[in-house]
Antibody, heavy 120, light 108 residues
């Protein structure tokens, strides 16, 4: 079945780095745009980053631009988020989500999320 | 940046109709998506492109969008509809996706 599984979360000190991964299965990964969305404890959803189906276009929320890098490996059906210079306010549950590659398509499949805690 | 405003909470009795609003400047010219998130679970898409229902979503869920307000309507509300609901749009002026702050639906 169609599935997204995130991994790589954990506890990290401020200023350090962490790399999240999202393994896709059950669909043609290379045909879909992919997103990272995060949710701080007890808070709402915040879009983090978008990568086009072929990796040629990338967009970031202002809160992470210059610190986070989204990438994908279509040969391995994997999405990644490299997070550098982490801050306490980056503490959140990070979801990956897919979207059809046309216009402003909705996020139709979500993973269960991986938790990132930034704390000294 | 574009801002979407939702009421923090909406309460409704079982069997009644719940309406959750999402306000934004000229939002009627954008495509609005709605997500349902139950406690401890990932969000689920319930309405896309203002009023389309994905496969598997009950007909009780519907959406509309005009002017400065988009609305998610849940008819014949059931206890299982209790959740947080988020609206979402793409802001082409900033190349950013934007979520509303979320609305907690309570079934009395």
């Amino acid at each position: 079945q169609v599935q997204l599984v995130e991994s790589g979360g954990g506890v990290v000190q401020p200023g350090r780095s962490l790399r999240l991964s999202c393994a896709a299965s059950g669909f043609t990964f290379s045909s879909y745009a992919m997103h990272w969305v995060r949710q701080a404890p007890g808070k709402g959803l915040e879009w983090v980053a978008l990568i086009s189906y072929d990796g040629s276009k990338k967009y970031y929320a202002d809160s992470v631009k210059g610190r986070f890098t989204i990438s994908r490996d279509n040969s391995k059906n994997t999405l990644s988020l490299q997070m550098n210079s982490l801050r306490a306010e980056d503490t959140a549950l990070y979801y990956c989500a897919r979207a059809p590659p046309f216009g402003n398509a909705a996020f139709d499949i979500w993973g269960q999320g991986t938790m990132v805690t930034v704390s000294s | 940046s574009y801002v979407l405003t939702q009421p923090p909470s909406v309460s409704v009795a079982p069997g009644q109709t719940a309406r959750i609003t999402c306000e934004g400047n000229n939002i009627g010219s954008e495509s609005v998506h709605w997500y349902q998130q139950k406690p401890g679970q990932a969000p689920v898409l319930v309405v896309s492109d203002d009023s389309d229902r994905p496969s598997g979503i009950p007909e009780r869920f519907s959406g509309s969008n005009s002017g400065n307000t988009a609305t998610l309507t849940i008819s014949r509300v059931e206890a299982g509809d209790e959740a947080d609901y988020y609206c979402q749009v793409w802001d082409p002026s900033s190349d950013h996706w934007v979520f509303g702050g979320g609305t907690k639906l309570t079934v009395l």
